[in-house]
């Protein structure tokens, strides 16, 4: 299945909270369900859950990397 990358916006506190949590082993429910609204807005299906890649390096917009599982548009 492909994978569909998501790219959310945030700021550089809760991002680096974010990549802690995930480098502790935790999860980020809020973050992890704004993914999955995000595959939604593009028309897209989850085939499974979001899994968390990272944070960018920007100075201005930081923003949460999701790699998310998507079910494919091809028909039977």
Known sequence: MPLLRVHLDSDRVTARRILQLHQEGKTHHESREAARDAVWRQG??????????GITNGRRN??????????????P
């Open 62 to 75: 930081v923003q949460l990397l999701y790699d998310v599982e998507v079910y494919s548009d091809a028909a």
């Open 44 to 53: 897209r299906t989850p085939a499974g859950e979001p899994v968390f890649v």
